[in-house]
């Protein structure tokens, strides 16, 4: 925290106009930051009770295999286990496209503050002379 705020400090000195960039960009992130938590939480629920079912699935037959295999019904609980299994990756997957979501924001969010200023900025005249041809490309 100490570093950022010096950091931001040092550029702003050079350049004024990186301070309301820097802000921001600050702002910006902190929305998508409290965004992302909130939406980790949530799936990190989510998950815990779609693993659950699974868990308790697993647990129940590893007790029963005896009865499981002399009822014959190995496929029935096999059959159980994948559909328990896909519904609890489900959560797993969500929160993989919540973690690119947030990388992929952060990214654009990045370049974009970045972008503006470089392509606004005054463009520098490497001729002494503008209106002589040799002296720029002599």
């Known amino acids: 925290g100490v570093i950022l705020v ?7 000195s ?4 990186a301070t309301v960039i820097a802000l921001f960009s600050a ?4 929305f998508v ?7 980790c939480r949530q799936m990190r629920r989510l998950d815990l009770k779609a ?10 037959t ?5 009865h499981v295999r002399a009822f014959s019904w190995q496929a029935d609980f096999l059959w159980q286990f994948y559909g328990l299994l896909d519904y609890s990756q489900k959560p797993r997957y969500y929160m993989l496209v ?14 974009y503050h970045c972008r ?7 463009r520098i005249s490497w001729c002494a002379a503008p209106h002589s041809y040799w002296s720029c490309h002599g």
């Open 51 to 60: 693993t659950a079912p699974l868990l308790t699935h697993i647990v129940e």
């Open 62 to 66: 590893s007790k029963g295999v005896a």
């Open 98 to 111: 919540i973690k690119q979501w947030v990388v992929f924001m952060m990214e654009y969010i990045g370049l």
């Open 27 to 30: 702002i910006t992130f902190y």
């Open 14 to 17: 050079g350049a004024p106009y």
């Open 116 to 122: 503006d200023p470089c392509l606004s900025r005054p």
């Open 6 to 12: 010096m950091i931001i400090g040092i550029i702003s």
């Open 33 to 39: 930051q409290h965004f992302y938590l909130r939406a």
